[in-house]
């Protein structure tokens, strides 16, 4: 069964970033984010972490942090519950 | 009537900055102080609190009039008195963002009063009548390197013998809605710029600044020669992995400065890539030339930082002392890169650059006489 944090996670990046063509359950954990298969840039980075701060109330200090946060689904997920309000985590 | 075949000069060049005018912040930079303050992003709404250097006085939130109407006055007592705005005198008002910190305050608060400072247009419309100058001014923006472009197009009006004299006006102050775009990107963060410097994330500072530069056929004693602009296109917020952006906009300058000693006045706002990307090209275009940078006491003065920082450039040499590289403290980028202040008598020009979102580059040579 999936991870209910890296599903929340993948069905964002989807809508925030409106990949018409991409289906959730199709962005691999491991795949990089910014720069792999789906092409996503640093304006795409800037949209996804103000939608990812404002819903897990995380903070990200610098476009390096946010670089590390963004590396992949999964890191981004170990970010999220490291960093983040633990009410705002899916169960 | 002026020589129509005279060189092109710079006649008179000025600005302020948190520090007061050119003598003032050179002599600040001097000391290696830092105009640099936390101040809350969004003002007097809170927010994080980020590096930034307003002008004495002057806070973030927007007013009308702007607060900063009172620097350009005092900025225009130190223009040399002419017919500014005539044909024969065109002016180019050049900057990154004003009127877009009125625009947000006009949607945030509904208060009408802002909607005559909330465009580029009716700002600029607004400073010319309150200076006094004709109808003959023209607007030129191009992120970072908008006084650069202004620089350029007045040179070129002068050297088609379209006017005697020009006036290149450029003027970036803050706006919670400025701020929070660089914030946004995480570019601006709670730390402060380390231009140079070798560190695991990067910081840049934002600062108020406006400068003035008379350029004119014949009269003057400083030339910038070979204006260069390029514009690599990659990508809104990156350069090319492999510095060609910068080494592309070097080259000509390069090659007008062979046989010179110059010294190399860099953009350096703190960001990691650009600022390793910008010495990696500076020490090949110009071997051995000391590169430094001062926006980290300045903060980036957006559009206005290339009219700015020629002002204070032109005062080192004046002076015959360059300030060092502020806040770069540590392992810089290169070898080059000048952390202390240092004689500048033995050389004979000065390469200033500035770069911008986009991929825009710009650079020239500054020389005296």
């Known amino acids: 069964m999936a991870d209910p944090l890296t599903a929340r996670l993948k069905q964002l990046i989807v809508e925030t970033l409106r990949l018409e063509d991409v289906a959730p359950a199709e962005i691999p954990d491991t795949e990089p984010l910014i720069g792999g298969g789906l092409s996503l840039d640093s304006i795409d980075a800037l949209e996804l972490v103000v939608r990812l701060e404002k819903e897990f109330g995380i903070k990200i200090a610098s476009s390096e942090e946010a670089r590390r946060a963004l590396a992949n689904v999964a890191a981004l997920a170990d970010f999220i519950r490291e960093r983040g309000d633990p009410s705002r985590l899916p169960s | ?369």
């Not at chain 2, 607060?67 to 005092?74: H, L, M, S, T």
């Not at chain 2, 003027?171 to 560190?199: M, Q, T, W």
């Not at chain 2, 190399?264 to 703190?270: E, I, L, N, R, V």
């Open chain 2, 1 to 369: 009537m002026a020589d129509p075949a005279a060189p092109v000069r710079v006649a008179a060049c000025g600005c302020i900055t948190p520090f007061g005018d050119a003598a003032a912040t050179h002599t600040a930079l001097l000391r290696g102080e830092c105009a640099l303050r936390p101040v809350r992003i969004l003002g007097r709404e809170g927010g994080d609190a980020v590096p930034m250097a307003l002008l004495p006085g002057r806070s973030l939130d927007e007013t009308t009039p702007p607060e900063w109407v009172a620097a350009i006055r005092r900025l225009h007592g130190s223009i040399p008195d002419g017919d500014w705005g005539s044909p024969g005198r065109p002016v180019f008002v050049t900057g990154s963002n004003f009127g877009v910190g009125g625009l947000y305050a006009l949607r945030r608060t509904g208060d009408a009063s802002f909607a005559s400072w909330s465009a580029l247009p009716t700002c600029t419309e607004r400073v010319r009548a309150e200076l006094g100058w004709g109808p003959d001014v023209s607007i030129v923006s191009h992120a970072c390197v908008s006084a650069h472009l202004g620089l350029l197009l007045a040179t070129r009006v002068i050297s088609e013998r379209l006017a005697d004299d020009a006036l290149v006006l450029s003027f970036d102050f803050l706006s919670p809605f400025v701020a929070g775009g660089f914030h946004a990107l995480k570019i601006l963060n709670a730390d402060f710029p380390a231009p140079y410097r070798v560190r695991d994330s990067g910081a840049i500072g934002l600062g108020d600044g406006a400068g003035f530069a008379v350029l004119s056929r014949g009269r003057g004693d400083w030339t910038l020669s070979c204006q260069s602009l390029h514009n690599e296109m990659y990508h809104f917020t990156s350069n090319r992995s492999d510095g060609s952006g910068f080494a592309r906009c070097l080259e000509p300058v390069a090659a007008a400065a062979r046989g010179r000693r110059v010294w190399f006045k860099g953009h350096g706002t703190g960001t990691l890539e650009a600022g390793q990307l910008e010495v990696g090209a500076a020490e090949r275009a110009f071997p051995g030339a000391p590169i430094v940078g001062w926006k980290g006491s300045l903060g980036h003065t957006l559009g206005s930082c290339g009219i700015v920082e020629l002002a204070i450039a032109i005062e080192s040499v004046r002076a015959g002392r360059t300030p060092g590289t502020i806040g770069g403290a540590g392992r810089a980028m290169g070898h080059s890169v000048a952390l202390e202040s240092f004689e500048n008598g033995s050389f004979d020009g000065v390469v200033c650059a500035s770069n911008a979102f986009g991929g825009a580059h710009a650079a020239f040579l500054l020389c005296h006489g």
